[in-house]
């Protein structure tokens, strides 16, 4: 039901564009959009900070990579014309596109894909995916030919290389691009009010720049539920992917909408610092996890859009096996765990970041880890505060994340990750699996990399989300799957 408050706003609306000059709303509607996103990007380069809502406003709008992802997963050209994969699958050699350049004029070339993968990988870098890049050897062999040799075998290196931390970045300007980003992609940085909004302009200079329908893309940043539903309600907004599921009956039979749910590669965690005790004892952990009846999150947190996990890999992913049953809810077996660790009243802090379904999951969870004999007091954050006092300084007990990136189970063996989680049988499982070629061997071996993470019980395992797209009729060309998060704006337009 639409409240009175939504209802004077919607109205307000309406008023304001009444004022419009004769034709103007219909103009703007055919070269313009108006997108939303619960998190705002603490900066606008990807290949230097974790927050996936870097690349929701900048991959493939801003800067591009050797290939393209699209929502079904598969992996098409974009700087790269063409590729060869030796029978190892150790070397790639990509022919470049020619006469491609970037926003400041800076020509594109074999030599600034060397640059940006060597920057990627460096000693200095603080890339999400450094692992992948410090493994990479970078081989000029003319303007328009690079090749690529990697230590590690990664049959998904194609889709790796088009995802947010492979953006191909100009030497002259990488330093600055958190602020003012430059890239061969067909938009350009217009204005940022920092805490409301966001606007890219189309770059008339792109190679491809005809093709472009849409002038102008502006980002809002919601984070409340009700309020996103208010702005989709009054017009102010005209997409919202990966909205708050609460309150989408009412767009489902409104014919003004289109509701698209999306499958995922992302992860819901109840992530655990597992170096600040008592959580360095595995069985705190297990005893966390049989606290925690996934089911009953998933309505709580994600309005039943979602599917119980019990490791930290998504059921809609190749090689995935169900681990639901292990460390599976049974609050009595959580307190005789406890009880054996020695563990009395013990009293935790669970912070979350500003997404709705971590600020709901967290009062589910919080009621959950009472009925054990864990005390869970609930600290909000904002995101910038998430980004720098959890993931960055580790200075946190419980957090609640959705890790959204495909093929991160290397997030185990980083030095120095924020979950603090080291174990030497892991990282030796993950390097076997990083250098056997041999497809049923990857397989089995990614299958017990699931069982150890699992078993170890490094983190409350939750749900894979299913997310929820709402936008206005007229919008054409959204992604209906999201195998990693973005928003494709060359792909956009008006009916």
Do not use: C
């Not at 900066?43 to 929701?56: F, H, K, R, V, W």
């Not at 946190?396 to 030095?415: A, K, M, Q, W």
């Not at 603090?420 to 070629?437: G, L, S």
């Not at 490094?458 to 195998?483: E, F, R, S």
């Amino acid at each position: 039901m639409i409240q009175r408050r939504q209802v004077l706003t919607h109205s307000a609306s309406l008023a304001a564009l009444a004022a419009l000059p004769a034709g103007a709303l219909a103009q703007g509607r055919k070269d313009s959009i108006s997108m939303a996103m619960a998190l705002e990007p603490p900066g606008l380069d990807p290949t230097a900070s974790a927050a996936s809502a870097i690349g929701e406003i900048t991959l493939y709008n801003i800067y591009e990579t050797l290939t393209k992802i699209h929502p079904d997963g598969s992996v098409t050209p974009l700087l790269a014309e063409s590729w060869e994969v030796s029978p190892d699958l150790r070397t790639y050699t990509f022919k470049l596109r020619k006469g491609v350049k970037f926003s400041n004029g800076e020509a594109f070339n074999a030599n600034t894909v060397k640059f940006a993968f060597d920057r990627a990988g460096g000693d200095k870098s603080t890339n999400k995916d450094k692992r992948t890049f410090a493994a990479i050897t970078t081989q000029v062999v003319d303007d328009h030919t690079v090749v690529l040799l990697t230590k590690e075998i990664d049959p998904d290196f194609l889709f790796l290389m088009g995802q947010a931390t492979a953006v191909i970045v100009e030497p002259k300007s990488a330093g600055s691009n958190a602020t003012q980003p430059v890239g061969t992609g067909p938009y350009k940085l217009e204005n940022w009010v920092k805490g409301s909004s966001l606007t890219l302009s189309k770059w008339d200079g792109h190679r491809n720049a005809g093709a472009i329908k849409l002038r102008r893309a502006s980002f809002r940043f919601i984070a409340d539920p009700a309020a996103q539903i208010a702005a989709l309600l009054a017009g102010d907004v005209d997409a919202f992917p990966r909205v708050t599921a609460r309150g989408i009956d009412q767009f489902k039979s409104n014919p003004k909408f289109q509701v698209m749910f999306s499958g995922s590669r992302a992860k819901t965690i109840l992530a655990i610092n597992n170096k600040k005790k008592p959580f360095d004892d595995v069985r705190v952990r297990r005893a966390v996890n049989m606290a925690l009846d996934r089911k009953a999150v998933i309505q709580g947190a994600a309005d039943g859009y979602g599917v119980p996990i019990g490791s930290y890999y998504p059921p809609s992913a190749p090689g995935y096996i169900d681990l639901t049953k292990v460390n599976a809810y049974d609050p009595d077996k959580a307190r005789a765990l406890l009880k054996e660790a020695g563990v009395n009243n013990l009293e935790v802090t669970i912070t979350l970041p500003p997404p709705p379904y971590a600020r709901q999951g967290g009062e589910v969870i919080a009621s959950m880890l009472d009925k054990v004999g864990i005390k869970a007091k609930l600290q909000n954050v904002e995101w910038a505060q998430w980004l720098s006092g959890v993931y960055g300084n580790k200075n946190y007990d419980l957090t609640i994340i959705s890790h959204v990136e495909p093929f991160d189970l290397g997030n185990f063996s980083r030095p120095g990750y924020y979950w603090n989680y080291e174990n030497p049988k892991f990282n030796a499982m993950y390097d076997k699996y990083k250098q056997t070629a041999n497809a049923g061997e990857r397989t089995r071996i990614l299958g017990d990399i699931q069982r150890l993470v699992a078993d170890d019980a490094v983190h409350g395992y939750l749900y894979q989300p299913q997310w929820v797209t709402i936008a206005n009729k007229g919008v054409k060309g959204l992604w209906k799957d999201m195998p990693i998060f973005a928003n494709d704006l060359s792909a956009l337009s008006w009916s």
